[in-house]
């Protein structure tokens, strides 16, 4: 991250040819808030060690979730939760205008194949709706 002119400069090239930039991890390791307000990206992935955290009522990570979420959203970007196991998680997480969801709830890990076939059936959004 030391070239940070260099990689925003390949991630405009990118963008300007349609491909979606996302930053992984988000709340771990490298991620600051400095790189939110400095990298040309699309979206924020919240990184799967808060999302487990969130039923865990004395951890107050829903309160961290919840900020990052809102700074997100005012920084105009989508929001895409790592790691949701469990319906209180998408609920909690639908509260706060989450916008996509990733994670065992939804199905485990799959081939391409198999990813692209369930997408086309709508498997996914049926399990969110029957919830």
Do not use: H
Request: hydrophobic fraction near 40%; proline fraction near 1%.
């Amino acid at each position: 991250m030391d070239a940070l002119d260099q990689i925003n400069a390949k991630l405009q090239a990118l963008q300007t040819i349609g491909i979606t930039i996302a930053l992984d991890d988000f709340g771990t390791g490298y991620s600051s808030l400095n790189y939110l307000r400095n990298l040309n990206c699309d979206i924020l992935k919240i990184d799967k060690t808060f999302i487990d955290d969130l039923t865990n009522d004395s951890a107050n990570v829903d309160v961290i979730v919840s900020a990052i979420i809102g700074l997100s959203k005012e920084l105009d970007f989508d929001i895409i939760a790592e790691g949701v196991e469990y319906m209180e998680q998408v609920q909690f997480l639908t509260e706060m205008k989450c916008d996509y969801f990733q994670g065992s709830y939804f199905s485990k890990p799959l081939s391409e194949e198999l990813a692209i076939a369930s997408v086309n059936k709508n498997q996914f959004k049926e399990k969110v709706i029957r919830s």
